[in-house]
DNA sequence: ATCATATAGTTAGATATCAAATCAAATAAT
DNA sequence: ATTATTTGATTTGATATCTAACTATATGAT
C-alpha cells in the first residue's frame, strides 16, 4: 500500500466515523423526546451512572467537548430542572452539577426511548465483532485526545 | 451479559465513536486554511478523485448529509469559486457541481496541510488494525442508512 | 504581602447541521 | 390533457458546537 493510499483509507476511516456518528445522533435524536438532544441524555446518564456532584469541567472532559459546550447543555439542563448547579464549597471559581428527580425520571423516559432502536440494532447486527471494535476506537479516541494539545 | 449491559456498551460503542469524530473533525479544521471546513475539503476531495458533473443530491448522498446542508456546503464552496453550480440540461429540478482550477489548487494545499496530521497517526497507531475497522464501520453505517428511513 | 500566572466558568460571535416548509420541474394517473 | 404525485433544490428557523476573549478565584514567586 503506497503512502497516498494509506491517506486515503486513513482519511476514509474518518469519514465513515464521521457518517456514523451524523446518522446515530440523528436517530437517537429523533427518538428522545422533543427538545432534546442526546448530548443531554450522555451527561445526565453519566451523572446517573458514575455519580453526580461532579464539575462542569470534568463533564467536559468526560465527553471531550469544550468549557462553553458544556456551558450551554448545563444551562439547557437546568432550564429543564433536571439538574441542580451549585457553587462548589471546595473552591469559589468553581460548581458542583447534582441531578434532580425531574432528571432521573427524564432519563427513564429516555432510555425507554433509546432501548428499542439499541435492542433492534443488537438483533440486526453481528453484535460481539461490533463491540469488538471498542478497545481500538478507545485506543484511538486516547492518541487523539493527547495529540491535541501538541501543536502547532 | 445482561441485557442492559450490552444496551450500555453499544451506546458506549456511539459515544466512542462521536468523541472520536468531534476530535479528528476539531484538529483537521485547525489544520485548513482559514475559514475552511474538512466538509468543504471533503466534497472538494471527492470531486477531484471520483469525477465532477455530479448533482447535490448525489453529493449529499454520498456524505448523508441533508440537502439543506449540501446546499449550505455549496454555497460556501461556489463564493469562494472552489466549484461552479450549473444547470442540468437533463433535467430543469437538478444541478451539476463542477470544480474550478481554484478548487483543484485548494485541494492541494488542504492535502499539504492534513497530510502531515494522517502520517502522523500512520506513524503512531497501529495502522493495518486501525484500517482493518473499516469494514466492520461500513457495515455498521450502512445498517444506519438503511434503518434511517423506517418509522416510527 | 504583592503581583504574576494558572484555572474554572461564562459571554460573544461564527458556523455546520438538522427538520419542516416551500418552490419548481418532471413523471404518473385518470 | 389535466391533475396529482414525486423529486431536486432552497428558504426558514432552531440548536449544538467551536474559537477567542473575558471575569473571577486560586496558586505561586519574588
Redesign the interface.
Known amino acids: 500500500m503506497d503512502?497516498d493510499d494509506?491517506?486515503?483509507?486513513?482519511?476514509?476511516?474518518?469519514?465513515?466515523?464521521?457518517?456514523?456518528?451524523?446518522?446515530?445522533?440523528?436517530?437517537?435524536n429523533r427518538r428522545l423526546p422533543e427538545g432534546l438532544h442526546v448530548s443531554h441524555f450522555?451527561v445526565i446518564?453519566h451523572l446517573c451512572?458514575l455519580g453526580d456532584g461532579r464539575t462542569p469541567l470534568q463533564l467536559a472532559s468526560a465527553?471531550?467537548?469544550t468549557k462553553p459546550t458544556m456551558t450551554h447543555t448545563l444551562t439547557q439542563l437546568g432550564t429543564r430542572g433536571f439538574v441542580d448547579v451549585r457553587a462548589n464549597p471546595a473552591d469559589g471559581r468553581s460548581k458542583l452539577v447534582y441531578i434532580t428527580a425531574a432528571g432521573r425520571a427524564f432519563r427513564e423516559t429516555a432510555i425507554a426511548s433509546?432501548?428499542p432502536t439499541?435492542?433492534?440494532?443488537?438483533d440486526?447486527?453481528?453484535?460481539p465483532?461490533?463491540?469488538s471494535?471498542?478497545p481500538?476506537?478507545?485506543?484511538?479516541?486516547r492518541?487523539?485526545?493527547t495529540?491535541?494539545d501538541v501543536g502547532p
Request: glycine share 0%; no cysteine.
Open positions: 503512502l494509506q491517506r486515503a483509507r486513513l482519511f476514509e476511516l474518518f469519514n465513515e466515523i464521521h457518517i456514523i456518528q451524523q446518522l446515530a445522533t440523528t436517530e437517537f450522555a446518564n451512572r465527553f471531550q467537548v433509546l432501548n439499541l435492542d433492534a440494532m443488537a440486526d447486527l453481528d453484535l465483532a461490533l463491540l471494535l471498542l481500538q476506537l478507545a485506543t484511538l479516541r492518541y487523539l485526545d495529540a491535541r
